[in-house]
C-alpha cells in the first residue's frame, strides 16, 4: 500500500472523526510533516498512531478533509468506487435517462463522501467543481474516471473550479476549461421545462440545480397569478411559473447577463408576451415596489451571509427583504423564501422571518418547508450539509 505522509491529532482531538465528520480544523492538528504540500494526501492518526483515515491535507482553519476512515490508496480505483456510488444513487432517484429531466447533480460532496467536490451533468456535459486544492490536484483523473463510469452517456467534462477556489484564497494553476471534449449543446430540459445553461461564464455550475423541487412546486400553485421573481438569475422559477398558468411573471436581477439568460429561457419555453424583466438591485426594487401588485413572490438570494463572521449582517439582509415582501404581497399571497447560507441554520432563519413578519404587522401561515433536493444528499455525520432553507408563507 503507498505509504503516505502522517498527520498526528492531539489526544481528545479525535472524537469528530471517530464520528465520521469528514472536516479536521487545523486546532486539532499536533503533528504535520515539515515538506507536507497543500492538496497532498495524508494519513491521518490519533496521538497513538492509531489509524483514523485518508485525507486531504488543505492547510486552512479546515486543515484535512477525510477522504475515507480507513487507510485506503487515492487511486483510480478508489475514484471509481464513488462515482459509481453516486451514480447508483441517481439512478435509483431516477434522475438518470429521464427524458424530461436532464440535469442533476452527479456528486455532492460530503454529502457523497467526497468533500470539496461537485459534478453536476446538463445533457452530454459534465461539469466539475473542484473546491479544496486536494480534488483540483486530481481534477483529471477524475475526469478520467468518470467517463469511465458513465460509459458513453456524456462526451464533454468542464473543469469549473477556478471562482470556487479563489474565493477560499486557494492557488488556481489554470483557467476554466474543458477537460475531456469541447463546447456542445448547452439546453437541457427540466421537468420538460427548456432551460439555456451557460456552465463556462455562468454562476456556480451554469445552473441551480438545487431548486429543482421548488420549482416544480411554485408552478404548481402559480395558476392565474401576478408573480415575482427576485435575484432571478437565468429565469428557473420564472418559466416554471408561466408553465404552472401565471398570469404574468417580473423578473428582477442586477446582473445583465443574468436578465439576458432569463429572457432566452422564457422565450424557450414561448412565455415572451406574460414575462418582464428588469435589471435592477433586488433590494431596491422591493424596497420602491408599491403594495397588493403581486400575488406570490420569490426571494431566492445568493448567501447574504458566507461565514460566521458576517452571520449578523446576513440576517439583517434576509429581514429586510423578507419584511418588504410580507408587507407588499398582495391579501392571501404566497411567499416562497429563501436562505442558502450555511451559517443560518433553519431555526434561525425561520427567527428572522417570523421578526420580518411581525414588524409587517401580517398574519403569516407556514404551508411547506422546503430543503435541497435528493440529487444534494446531506450526510447524517455532517449536518452543515444542510445549507438550504426554504418556506412556503400564506400571508394572510
Not at 452517456?153 to 469549473?160: C, R
Not at 486557494?170 to 427548456?194: D, H, M, P, R, W
Not at 400553485?221 to 438569475?233: K, R
Not at 409587517?360 to 435541497?372: F, I, K, M, N, T
Request: proline share 3%; with cysteine.
Amino acid at each position: 500500500m503507498t505509504k503516505y505522509p502522517q498527520v498526528v491529532l492531539y489526544k481528545g482531538k479525535d472524537l469528530a472523526v471517530r464520528r465520521f465528520h469528514p472536516w479536521v480544523f487545523s486546532g486539532a492538528v499536533q503533528k504535520l510533516p515539515k515538506s507536507l504540500a497543500v492538496g497532498e494526501v495524508v494519513l491521518v492518526t490519533d496521538h497513538q498512531g492509531d489509524v483514523l483515515g485518508t485525507a486531504f491535507f488543505e492547510g486552512g482553519n479546515i486543515a484535512l478533509k477525510m477522504l475515507s476512515f480507513k487507510e485506503e490508496v487515492i487511486d483510480h480505483d478508489f475514484w471509481k468506487r464513488k462515482l459509481q456510488s453516486a451514480l447508483l444513487l441517481r439512478k435509483n432517484l431516477h434522475l438518470t435517462d429521464n427524458p424530461s429531466t436532464m440535469a442533476w447533480r452527479l456528486l455532492h460532496s460530503e454529502g457523497d463522501g467526497m468533500p470539496g467536490l461537485v459534478i453536476d451533468i446538463y445533457g452530454s456535459t459534465a461539469v466539475l467543481q473542484a473546491q479544496s486544492a486536494g480534488m483540483y490536484l486530481h481534477r483529471q483523473l477524475i475526469a478520467n474516471v468518470l467517463m469511465e463510469v458513465l460509459n458513453g452517456s456524456i462526451q464533454a467534462v468542464f473543469d469549473k473550479s477556478a471562482e470556487a477556489l479563489e474565493r477560499m484564497d486557494k492557488e488556481v494553476t489554470e483557467s476554466n476549461s474543458y477537460l475531456i471534449g469541447q463546447s456542445l449543446e448547452s439546453k437541457v430540459l427540466e421537468n420538460e421545462a427548456s432551460f439555456i445553461v451557460d456552465w463556462e461564464k455562468g454562476q456556480k455550475t451554469g445552473f441551480f440545480l438545487d431548486q429543482r423541487d421548488a420549482r416544480l412546486l411554485l408552478g404548481k400553485l402559480s395558476h392565474g397569478l401576478m408573480v415575482l421573481n427576485t435575484f432571478s438569475y437565468s429565469g428557473g422559477f420564472s418559466v416554471f411559473a408561466l408553465k404552472g398558468g401565471a398570469k404574468k411573471v417580473v423578473s428582477v436581477d442586477s446582473s445583465k447577463r443574468a436578465i439576458e439568460l432569463c429572457d432566452q429561457n422564457i422565450a424557450a419555453n414561448g412565455f415572451t408576451k406574460q414575462h418582464e424583466s428588469v435589471c435592477m438591485d433586488a433590494k431596491k426594487y422591493m424596497e420602491q415596489l408599491q403594495g397588493n401588485e403581486f400575488d406570490l413572490i420569490v426571494l431566492d438570494p445568493p448567501a447574504f451571509a458566507k461565514n460566521h463572521h458576517n452571520r449578523h449582517k446576513g440576517l439583517q439582509g434576509y429581514k429586510f427583504i423578507n419584511f418588504e415582501a410580507i408587507r407588499k404581497i398582495a391579501h392571501n399571497g404566497l411567499l416562497f423564501t429563501f436562505s442558502c447560507s450555511q451559517a443560518i441554520d433553519r431555526q434561525a432563519f425561520q427567527s428572522i422571518v417570523m421578526a420580518a413578519a411581525i414588524e409587517a404587522g401580517r398574519e403569516v401561515q407556514v404551508l411547506y418547508h422546503l430543503s435541497q433536493p435528493a440529487d444534494h444528499p446531506v450526510s447524517l455525520f455532517h449536518p452543515e450539509g444542510a445549507y438550504l432553507k426554504g418556506l412556503v408563507l400564506r400571508v394572510k
